[in-house]
Each structure stands twice: as C-alpha cells, then as structure tokens.
DNA sequence: TCAAGTTGTCTATGTTAATAGACAACTTGA
DNA sequence: TCAAGTTGTCTATTAACATAGACAACTTGA
C-alpha cells in the first residue's frame, strides 16, 4: 500500500478489484461489454497499472471478467433476486430465475438449545436440539450457507433426512408438515469468515448478507430457525411490503 | 501479510479487527466486559500479538473498545434495531429505540431521470429530476446517506427545502403530502466506497447494506425513490412477514 | 508487600504490496 | 500493410505489513 491509502488495511489491488466489481453488479459494467483499459482503470484509480492487473487477475480467477490480449478485458456475469415473504423457499426462488437449485449437507449434530435459540423456537433452553448445516447453490454458483436449528424431539434424525431430502420443504413433509411461512426476518450484513468463505468460494473480505429467520407451520407454532450467510455479490433481497 | 494469509489482500490486523468487532456485534463480547489479553487474542487468531495490538488500536480509535494499562480492554457498544415495513420512517424508528434522529444535507442537484429512475418513478426518462443527498444520523452517530430523487416538476427547490427541513416525512409535508408509504424495498450488501466511508466515519473495507426503495402516496402513485447505504455494523433489519 | 498478569514501547528483520519503466506479443481498424 | 492500442512479462526500488524478543509501567488479588 502507500500513499493514498488512509492505512485501511485493504490493499489498493482490493480496492480496485471492489470498485469493478461493484460497477458490474450496479450494472455500469453490463455483462459482455468491454471495461476501460488498464491504463485508463489506472488512472481513473490513481494506481499503477500493475496493481489494476492485480485486480483484474483476481477478477478473473473468480470468473466475473476475461481477458483478452491485444483486445481488452470483458465483463461475464449477474445476480439472483430473491424476495423475502411469508412464502420463502429457496427451491422456488431458484427455479423461477429459470436456474437449478441444489442443497448439500456439510453437517449435522445435536446440541442443547442456548437461551437465544429457545427464545426463538419456544421451547426451554437445554431442549435438544438438530443443528443442520447445508450449503444451498443455484446451478453451480454457491448462494448461501444456513444453519438451522429443529427440536430433536420433533424431528428426530432431521440430518440424515435433509442429506436425502436436500431440501428443507421436503424434510419437513417427511415428518408431515404440509405447510409453512416465515413468521419473523432480520437481515444485516458481515464480513464472510474463512470457512463460510471457502465453501461459498467467495474471497476472504467480501461482504455476506446474514439472515436470522424463523419458520412456522399454519397454526403459528414455530418449527425451526436458521441462521444463513448469502455471497452477497450474488443475491439481491426484494422486500414485500404488505 | 505472511503465511496463513491467503493473498486475501486484507491485512490480518484487519481481519482480527472484524473477527473481534464481529464478536462484538454478534454478543459474544458484551458491552462493558474485558476482552481476552493481547496473547490470548494472539494465539486464537495464530498471529502475533504486535498486529492483535494494532487491531484493537483501530477499535479503539473508533470507540469500540477502551484499553487499560495494566488491567485489559474492555468493549464499549450496541446496534439500532431498524424495521422494514410498509410505513418506515427514519425519525420515528431512531425515535423509538430512544435515541434524537437528525439529517444532514450533503448536497442537492438536478438531473435527467435515467431509464431505471424513471421506471421507478412513473415518469419518462429524461424528465428533470431533484437530487439529493443526505446523511441521517442517530445522536452523533451516522447511520446511512441516501441518495432520493424526487420530480422537479412537483417538488421544486426540494433541496432548499430538505435542508431547513432535516426530514423525509417534513419535506412531503412542505409539499402537501399528508401520507406515504413504501411500494418496494430491495436490500443487498456491498462494501463502502471511499467517499461514504468518511461521512459514515467507516473504515475503509467495510460492509454496507444498500437499500432501492420506493415511497408512494396514498392511492399509488410514486412520489420518490432512494439508494441508501447503512452501515452494517450500526443496524439491523427487522423484515416484517404479512 | 509481592508475584502474576496486563498494556505500552522499543529495536530488528524478513515478506508482501505498490510504484516505475521498458519491451514483447497480440488485435483492431484505417 | 501498418500504426495505434491492447494485454503479458520482466527487472528494480520503496513503503507497509508481520514477526520476534526484550523490558518498562501499571493493576490486581493473594
């Protein structure tokens, strides 16, 4: 770093390398357009160039832009809009963006309820509980991580059932929950950690979308509660306002 | 950056820095607790404790934390718990969580409305629009600028206005408008540009949620829209399921 | 009072980030 | 064909990051 670097601890290559990536997701950048050359970035950045080239590489590696030697650089890629209602399902949300949704398990295991978690759930704190950790993804691209939580009385061996079901609509119908709604949303926004980061192959510093969601069947009982971190670079959250 | 530092081009004083400011926004340091010592922190983040040292410097440069010689550093800090709902008012939400709401004018301009603006607004692109930005505050702590766009036709001088007004729902009100609500609200996330973060007084790096929404009177009709950047660590989202 | 544990400050050294300049290899349009 | 503009690669130098070790100054509780 040097100079015009106010000692942020972000390299200057990383500054860079954000600003493209925000003037791709904002659409300044569409995909298939050609960016400005290095030297232009370089200057528009007050940077040398080998640092824009730095940016660009990591752009690269991660698949948002292309180069092309002699000719210029190209911008790859868009985002996935998901609206937060009281019908929330990833699979649906997916689908209807005409892409794939999967799930995979990363793992599962018993805990006691924390005061937090019971909160959430009513139910006392120390009730086992299933905390269920799965990676949801859309085609290829990882979305988010979640992490929920079931009563183990409830839904007994709920691990094993969603590595089968992938899905959390389905793993509910096995223990005969035809219906559910989100009953309560919080969402904020953190700096991804090293693990959530390898698996959602995101870059260590990126920002991620974190929502705190709990699930009720129809007569307003809770079910579960998840905890998910969404690439936010990757989704863009529509509220329904009632 | 050496070793465990997978070219993530953030320093690890940064990365321990959010790894404890996460702890802090997430409770597992309480406000006006002691943190673990300077070789504890060092050893869990596997780092030395000259860059721990530096990390908790920039916390407490920011008011996070309050280090004292001899006995440990202790954590300082809470997080405004905002809702996303149908009527959402800056005032009456910082209001309600007991804290004095104040805008401050950043700038004011006119310009054509562009095919995305203008969607928005129910108008032609190219229509002259009123730009404004704003920085809201709760007591001395900035929250989010917002960028709104109003029609010139309709609200002249609404930048002369907005500034003696220091207020959404006030400037409306100037104009004759009894009642407005949100139509939509699109959250995502990204990290701070470097002209936000210094009337945001954030660091370079960190997360923003940015918010598209929409505000439409009473029987429909759009009367603005605005991009707003929060800072992350200073809110909450509370996402209301009808 | 004293020992153990804490934050504060200093020196030293190796690694990474960023700048600077030069030139090769290639593409594009005149 | 050729000139202008592009990405790719090399060498060199300076500033910032990170580690290491030692010790001072201070707080706390036994």
Redesign the pocket.
Known sequence: ???Q?A?S?V????QVADGIERGIADGRFAAGER?P????IAETY???R??V??A?ATLAERGLVR???????YVEAPRLAYPLRSRTRFSEIVGAGGREPRGQLIGASEEPATRELARQLGLKAGTPLVRIEALRLADRTPICIGTTWLAAERFPDAGRVYERARSTTKLLAHYGVRDYRRASTRVTAAIVDATDAIRLDLALGRPVLVVDSTDVDADGAPLLTTRARFAAERVEFLVENG
Chains 1, 2 share one sequence.
């Open positions: 770093m040097s100079m670097d000692a601890g390299a200057l290559w990383r960016l050359g290095e030297t232009e007050r940077v040398n080998h640092t080239r730095r660009l180069a092309e030697r002699g000719s210029g650089t």
